[in-house]
T-cell receptor
Framework: AQKVTQAQTEISVVEKEDVTLDCVYETRDTTYYLFWYKQPPSGELVFLIRRNSFDEQNEISGRYSWNFQKSTSSFNFTITASQVVDSAVYFCALSDMNYGGATNKLIFGTGTLLAVQP | DAGVIQSPRHEVTEMGQEVTLRCKPISGHNSLFWYRQTMMRGLELLIYFNNNVPIDDSGMPEDRFSAKMPNASFSTLKIQPSEPRDSAVYFC?????????????FGPGTRLTVL
């Protein structure tokens, strides 16, 4: 069965600190996709990144970076020099490969609440 | 471009009443998903459609819940009769599977309160 574990329920940091959000996944599929979504206090879910299982390159986007390691089934998310606006719940998610030209469902972790204090 | 549109944004109803939630996916997307978010259960998939056809409704809690997608630009999620435990935020999401791209884009959600 597919499963996503975000062991960190809440993290509190002071502005400008670096913070890493952990994500561990389980799947029997050899091809799959991993995602991170952000849910700010306003409630919407904002897509941040998608990673394919066959592409283990780490990715950096501004202050955000992602470390994908198949050997440990982890897809961790680091925010460098955190800002108050980064305060949100962050969800890691997993889905099977596309089939028949269509998308598959997302399995979400329980989320990590990040509080960045000024 | 307009994102996923959901209506209403907030709904307060009394137990036993029928509730209908509406979703307009992003134009051109061929997959549509209904999720529910609660404190106890987190984000869980209720049902999803590919090319307007229901693919997996195993997440639908019980027969009181039903969903339809009559065309590519509209979907409804209906609860009849509603119960207090149905109180949650209901999200609709859409996506287009193109090569390895398949990210889902979420609507703003409908916050449902059943008294």
């Amino acid at each position: 069965a597919q499963k996503v574990t975000q062991a960190q329920t809440e993290i509190s940091v002071v502005e400008k600190e670096d913070v890493t959000l952990d994500c561990v996944y389980e799947t029997r599929d050899t091809t799959y996709y991993l995602f991170w979504y952000k849910q700010p206090p306003s409630g919407e879910l904002v897509f941040l990144i998608r990673r394919n299982s066959f592409d283990e390159q780490n990715e950096i986007s501004g202050r955000y970076s992602w470390n994908f390691q198949k050997s440990t089934s982890s897809f961790n998310f680091t925010i460098t020099a955190s800002q108050v606006v980064d305060s949100a719940v962050y969800f890691c998610a997993l889905s099977d490969m596309n089939y028949g030209g269509a998308t598959n469902k997302l399995i979400f972790g329980t989320g990590t609440l990040l509080a960045v204090q000024p | 471009d307009a994102g996923v549109i959901q209506s209403p944004r907030h709904e307060v109803t009394e137990m036993g009443q029928e509730v209908t939630l509406r979703c307009k996916p992003i134009s051109g997307h061929n997959s549509l998903f209904w999720y529910r978010q609660t404190m106890m259960r987190g984000l869980e998939l209720l049902i999803y459609f590919n090319n307007n056809v229901p693919i997996d409704d195993s997440g639908m809690p019980e027969d009181r819940f039903s969903a339809k997608m009559p065309n590519a630009s509209f979907s409804t999620l209906k609860i009849q009769p509603s119960e207090p435990r149905d109180s949650a935020v209901y999200f609709c999401a859409s996506s287009l599977a193109r090569g390895s791209m398949n990210e889902q884009f979420f609507g703003p959600g409908t916050r449902l309160t059943v008294l």
